[in-house]
C-alpha cells in the first residue's frame, strides 16, 4: 500500500487538510503503475511537527511503502514525485516543496522553489 507523509505543514483547518488530501490521492490515481484507484489504495499522513518554527516556508512529502512496484522505471516514480510537489505547490505556492523517495533500492528527489508572486 503506498503511503505518504506530509511534513512541515503551517497549521490547517480539517477542511484544508481534507484538499490536501484529495489532492494528493489524485495525483496517485493520475499514475496508473501504481494501481491506486482511490483513497482506499493508499495512506496519507499529517504528522504533527514538535517545532512551529518555519513550518509552510518549506514542506517535505515522503512517499514510503512503494510496495510490489519496485520493478517500475525511474520515470515512473518521477512523474509521481512531480505530480504531488504540483499539488502542494498549489495549495502553497510560497513553499519550497520537496518530495523524495527513499526506500530499499529507490532513490528519487524532486524539488519545486516557491512561486515568484
Known amino acids: 500500500m503506498l503511503i505518504i507523509k ?7 483547518e480539517e477542511g484544508e ?8 490521492v489524485a495525483a496517485a490515481v493520475a ?3 501504481f494501481n491506486v484507484h ?14 512551529s518554527y518555519g513550518l509552510g516556508s518549506e514542506i517535505v512529502v515522503e512517499v514510503a511503502e ?15 514525485l512531480h505530480g504531488l510537489a504540483e499539488t502542494v505547490s498549489q ?9 523524495l ?3 530499499n533500492k529507490i532513490k528519487a528527489f524532486v524539488t ?4 515568484k508572486q
Open 91 to 99: 495549495m502553497f505556492p510560497r513553499a519550497k516543496v520537496h518530495v
Open 101 to 103: 523517495i527513499n526506500e
Open 38 to 51: 482511490d483513497e482506499n489504495d493508499m495512506v496519507n499522513l499529517f504528522p504533527k511537527d514538535m517545532m
Open 6 to 12: 506530509t511534513w512541515c505543514l503551517p497549521k490547517l
Open 17 to 24: 487538510l481534507q484538499k490536501l488530501h484529495r489532492g494528493l
Open 31 to 33: 499514475v496508473t503503475e
Open 66 to 80: 512503494v510496495g510490489p512496484w519496485l520493478s517500475h522505471s525511474l520515470k515512473v516514480y518521477h512523474e509521481l
Open 112 to 115: 519545486r522553489p516557491p512561486s
